[in-house]
């Protein structure tokens, strides 16, 4: 996949969005020094290009009763595509599960991110789904203490 190379205004434009993705066009063209036509021509073609991904809200988990996070590295029985094309399948319908990534330079194989109420879910979700899965055969939980630093943002200047 090739890299797109953006200019300042392409990357200011970005960056607003990111800070709030439902920005009205016409604000969003005043902060970055644009009328609003060539801004809108500019968000649809950073679409386009696959760069602009999708518009989302972003949920308080507290104020929805989901007070534990939890990272979890899963070690795997075997490493063969089929064993991880099943477990990622599997995982990946879990609602509970936010990020899934397969991961280098540990012992375990994965990596996921976990948000529930509170641990007795957590520990729901662990035995009722998680250790069943398929060659699943290590399983270590940490608990988020605090959020330090919790961005969607990525860099762009």
């Given amino acids: 996949m090739d890299t797109i190379n953006l200019d300042r205004t392409d990357r200011r434009i970005l960056h607003e969005l990111q800070k709030n ?77 936010l990020e899934c990534y397969l991961i280098t330079g540990q012992s375990a194989d994965y990596m996921l991110k976990v948000v529930v109420k509170d641990m007795d879910d957590y520990q729901q979700f662990l035995l009722g789904k998680l250790t069943r899965l398929t060659g699943v055969t290590g399983v270590h939980s940490s608990f988020v203490m605090r959020r330090i630093i919790d961005s969607t943002a990525l860099p762009v200047s």
Avoid: W, Y
């Fill in 21 to 97: 993705g439902a920005i009205a066009n016409t604000e969003l063209a005043e902060r970055v020094g644009l009328s609003p036509s060539p801004c809108a021509r500019r968000v649809k073609a950073l679409q386009e290009a696959g760069i602009i991904l999708d518009t989302v809200a972003l949920l308080d988990a507290k104020k929805l009763g989901l007070n534990l996070t939890a990272i979890v590295s899963i070690s795997m029985d075997r490493h063969t595509p089929d064993r991880f094309e099943n477990f990622e399948a599997k995982v990946s319908a879990f609602e509970e599960v």
